[in-house]
T-cell receptor, first 115, second 109 residues
Framework: DTAVSQTPKYLVTQMGNDKSIKCEQN?????MYWYKQDSKKFLKIMFS???????INETVPNRFSPKSPDKAHLNLHINSLELGDSAVYFC??????????????FGNGTRLTVT | KNEVEQSPQNLTAQEGEFITINCSYS?????LHWLQQHPGGGIVSLFM???GKKKHGRLIATINIQEKHSSLHITASHPRDSAVYIC???????????FGGGTRVLVKP
């Protein structure tokens, strides 16, 4: 069974469109995250939720809106996509509220290409 | 903010060689993470350590809290070890991790 699964794996879309990426974890973890990996391979936190509550909201455009219907799911919706949004987006989860107190479990990533 | 530097950025080794990757950070931490990103893109957590040394198979991670430095060693390297290795440390405040830029390792048969 996949511990953290995100879909789709690849997403190609045009500028201005709205798209969503879904993430689910079956580890029973309380905390979930969205990370963005840019072309230089740096990982940066975007959002973190603990038990459906938003904990971390980095300085990202408000076109990005996370939604956590329950603690096992954290979806990412992106409005009015721009070329600069092209990146790989990773979902992750951890047992504890803070990522540094427990290991992170990552999904396989979603490669978003905006044309 | 905790600054994280990894070295080297790229490393090529012959199969069987001993590999060392270094990670330095600027602010004292409670734990440091080592991650592995496969060529296919998936990220796996290798170690989380706060002191001393941890070993898993051919991988060994060490940390020196006083010197703010950690190393990841790969013994008897194998082509399947080819990946990007990333260290991450918590920021001084808040619940965020700062990631290093990664070390791209290529092990040739």
């Amino acid at each position: 069974d996949t511990a953290v699964s995100q879909t789709p794996k690849y997403l190609v879309t045009q500028m201005g469109n709205d798209k969503s990426i879904k993430c689910e974890q079956n580890l029973g973890h309380d905390t979930m995250y969205w990370y963005k990996q840019d072309s230089k391979k740096f990982l940066k936190i975007m959002f973190s939720y603990n038990n459906k509550e938003l904990i971390i909201n980095e300085t990202v455009p408000n076109r990005f809106s996370p939604k956590s219907p329950d603690k096992a799911h954290l979806n990412l919706h992106i409005n009015s996509l721009e070329l600069g949004d092209s990146a790989v987006y990773f979902c992750a989860s951890s047992q504890a509220l803070t990522g540094y107190n427990s290991p992170l479990h990552f999904g396989n990533g979603t490669r978003l290409t905006v044309t | 903010k905790n600054e994280v530097e990894q070295s080297p950025q790229n490393l090529t080794a012959q199969e069987g060689e001993f590999i060392t990757i270094n990670c330095s950070y600027s602010v004292g931490i409670s734990a440091l993470h080592w991650l592995q990103q496969h060529p296919g893109g998936g990220i796996v957590s290798l170690f989380m350590l706060s002191s001393g040394k941890k070993k898993h198979g051919r991988l060994i991670a060490t940390i020196n809290i006083q010197e703010k430095h950690s190393s990841l060693h790969i013994t008897a390297s194998h082509p399947r070890d080819s990946a990007v290795y990333i260290c991450a440390v918590p920021q001084a405040a808040g619940n965020k991790l700062t990631f290093g830029g990664g070390t791209r390792v290529l092990v040739k048969p």
